[in-house]
């Protein structure tokens, strides 16, 4: 059995920052990729960073030179850190580990409950 579980989000003023901790826990035998969604109300979930197992990452346009998103492959942990905030950035956070369990042979995603994030103007 697997867990993702976030922190760190909160109301922040715009222009401020804020930084999301994601962990997975449990039997994981190898984390592929480890990344960022989030949702705004109304809207759809959309990517906003992700990163594979040798650092390699990708960020949403949105939030390029603002975001920066990091792995401890060790303690598999991802953290995001959140620069310049702005008010369309306010959204619930979701944090996502593709891996691959002690019993299986094939890798799946998994998906914490989410971490809401709110920036005012």
């Known amino acids: 059995q697997v867990h993702v579980v976030e922190s760190g989000g909160g109301l922040v003023q715009a222009g401020g920052s804020l930084r999301l901790s994601c962990a997975a826990s449990g039997s994981i035998f190898n984390i592929n990729f480890m990344g960022w969604y989030r949702q705004a109300p109304g809207k759809q979930r959309e990517l906003v960073a992700i990163?594979?197992?040798?650092?390699?990452?990708s960020y949403a346009d949105s939030v390029k030179g603002r975001f920066t998103i990091s792995r401890d492959n060790a303690r598999h942990t991802v953290d995001l850190q959140m620069s310049s905030l702005k008010p369309e950035d306010t959204a619930v956070y979701y944090c996502?580990?593709?891996?691959?369990?002690?019993?299986?042979?094939?890798?799946?995603?998994?998906w914490g409950q989410g971490t809401q994030v709110t920036v005012s103007s």
């Open positions: 990163i594979g197992r040798g650092g390699g990452a």
């Open positions: 996502t580990a593709n891996l691959i369990t002690s019993s299986d042979h094939f890798s799946q995603s998994y």
